[in-house]
């Protein structure tokens, strides 16, 4: 049997902490500025090979949540051996929540690094006895922007939960590298498109 890893023993830990919650709380406490927190809906929709998650800031007297997401995935699920997928985003966020607390519903903006690296699909060719072969290693840095709008739900015990969704678009680097498409949820595109149904953090 396959050993549980460390994002799974996390995520395990953050969801414990959330099953021993007790109540709501009108806000973040205040003497709570620092955020932990792990998005479980994309690890499981992506595989074992990612990591999603995050560090986040907490300024009371502004009403705002500074943020920086990071997105982990490596792909090696093709037939072929050689042929692998790596992606790595990270985004700074900055979040103005709408209401007198640091509760509910903000409006964010954000930027978004991205790192990708595989087989460019442009050079994959069948030889002339059939077979198939892949295009060359290449890597690709992008930079986007965007903006979004979110939602948070603080415990009084310093566990939160939050979804969001956010649009925006790549102002730099080359697009469909990999996929051979514009895949809008993919970060080989040029758009920007992220919906997060649950986000488990932890506030200290």
Same mark, same amino acid.
């Not at 830990?13 to 806000?27: F, N, R, V």
């Not at 072929?80 to 979040?95: G, Q």
């Not at 640091?102 to 903006?109: F, T």
């Given at each position: ?12 830990? =953050? ?8 109540? =709501? ?31 986040? *800031? ?38 103005? *929540? ?98 997060? =149904? ?7």
């Amino acid at each position: 049997m396959k050993k549980p890893g460390h994002f799974t023993r996390l995520l395990a830990l =953050l969801l414990a902490l959330a099953g021993h919650t007790t109540a =709501l709380s009108s806000e973040l406490p205040h003497n709570k500025h620092w955020g932990v927190e792990l998005n479980p809906f994309r690890f499981f929709a992506v595989g074992d090979h990612a990591v999603s998650g995050g560090f986040a *800031y907490f300024d009371h007297t502004r009403r705002v949540e500074i943020a920086m997401p990071i997105f982990y995935q490596y792909d090696n699920s093709s037939s072929f051996p050689d042929e692998t997928y790596r992606e790595t985003t990270v985004d700074l966020h900055y979040r103005k *929540y709408l209401g007198k607390r640091l509760q509910g519903i903000y409006l964010s903006a954000f930027l978004r690094y991205a790192h990708l690296y595989g087989n460019a699909y442009a050079t994959r060719r069948y030889d002339g006895q059939g077979n198939y072969v892949l295009g060359g290693k290449r890597t690709e840095d992008k930079l986007g922007a965007g903006l979004g709008i979110g939602l948070r739900a603080f415990f009084d015990n310093g566990v939160y939960l939050g979804a969001s969704l956010m649009f925006g678009r790549y102002l730099t680097g080359n697009q469909d590298i990999f996929s051979g498409d514009d895949d809008i949820t993919s970060e080989d595109g040029r758009q920007v498109v992220d919906i997060e =149904l649950l986000k488990i953090g932890y506030a200290f």
